[in-house]
């Protein structure tokens, strides 16, 4: 198995982490999975991430949907089995992805799935919100050493500081998602402050997996120091399925990957008010102005408003604007022709 981006992202060689999860839009197609892997890696993400679903290990005909909205399955049981895909096909898709320079991530939904995925060699372990009191399935996923990656839509505080104990005695490395489960979110579901929270709390990454099917959620989470973003995506918002109106298309998608480059950037740019260095000098000059006259002067004239006037360019050799006040009602001792620099040569003391 080739080095995967999230080892390079743990181990410092990387300062962001973005996941694009596909969750079930390929709606049970194999092609429309293999599509998606093609268009994720375009838009400059480090992950695809789906979901692995087994029926019979996971569901009952008795499961309810959450949102009704097939129109060939009976029940929700029926939809999970239409969705499965076998190993030999994950594998391939896992293949697909690495060949495209993504890591490839599905959430385990039952300890057969994990063990499956396991197999096929995913690096690490995504969790939704729904799933992460499942300790079974967590027990098995920590026993893999593999990183877990916690959504916390669901969980109270209390809730987090269980599971990050249980992760940190196994030893796992742990990313904690900020979550607002709801599809879509609206700005008023979202606490982003819980992300500086969140970061001075537990001892691991941040990140935000956001279903506002908007770009501001995500850049806003790494202005506050998230360096993990996961979002649903959709090839386009026309598309069929229940997460559509809750995920961002791949345009945006890459605007998110650009955006988060362009904030940690910035984040770590120096700060430096003490002094300008030579750009900044120069910029200075070329934005800054003098005073000149405003007409035609002659000795004896007093200096003031009607004589005075700030222009550009800006000169060295002229009275800087600071110590315009300080000039006014002061005599000239020379003849200044119009739009010619004042200097202190041509004033009264």
Known sequence: ???????????????????????????????????????????GADAIKFQT???????????????????????RYDYWKRMEFTQQQWKE????????????????????????????????????????????LLKRAMQTGKPIILSTGL???????????????????????????AYPSRPDDIPIATIPHLLKTYDCHVGIS????????SLAAVALGAD?????????????????????????????????????????????????????VALKNIFSKSIYARK????GDILSDDTMVLKKPFCESGILVEDYEKICGKKIKNDIAKDSIISWKDVEE
């Open 53 to 75: 679903h087994i029926a019979e290990e996971e569901s009952t005909l008795n499961e309810p949907f959450r949102v009704k909205f097939s129109y060939c399955d009976n029940t």
């Open 210 to 217: 956001d279903h506002s099917a908007t770009v501001f959620p």
């Open 93 to 136: 898709l896992c293949q697909h992805a690495i060949e495209k320079g993504l890591d490839f991530l599905s959430s385990p939904f039952s300890i057969k799935a994990l063990e499956m995925l396991d197999q096929i060699g995913v690096p690490a372990w995504k969790f939704g919100s729904g799933e992460v009191f499942n300790d079974l």
């Open 228 to 280: 993990v973003v996961e979002v649903h995506v959709t090839m386009s918002r026309e598309m069929f399925g229940p997460d559509v109106k809750a995920s961002v298309t791949m345009d945006e998608l890459r605007e998110i990957v650009c955006g988060t480059d362009f904030i940690q950037t910035m984040l770590t740019a120096e700060i430096n008010k003490n002094s300008l260095d030579d750009n900044r």
């Open 1 to 43: 198995m080739v080095n995967m981006k999230i080892n390079d992202f743990l181990n410092g060689k990387r300062k962001r982490y973005i996941i694009a999860e596909v969750s079930q839009y390929n709606d049970g197609s194999l092609g429309q999975a293999h599509a998606f892997i093609d268009a994720v890696a375009k838009t």
């Open 296 to 299: 035609n002067l002659f000795a």
């Open 155 to 181: 969980s109270t505080f209390q809730d987090i500081d269980r599971q990050v104990h249980m992760i940190n005695e196994s030893g796992n490395p742990l990313i904690i998602m900020e979550c607002t489960t």
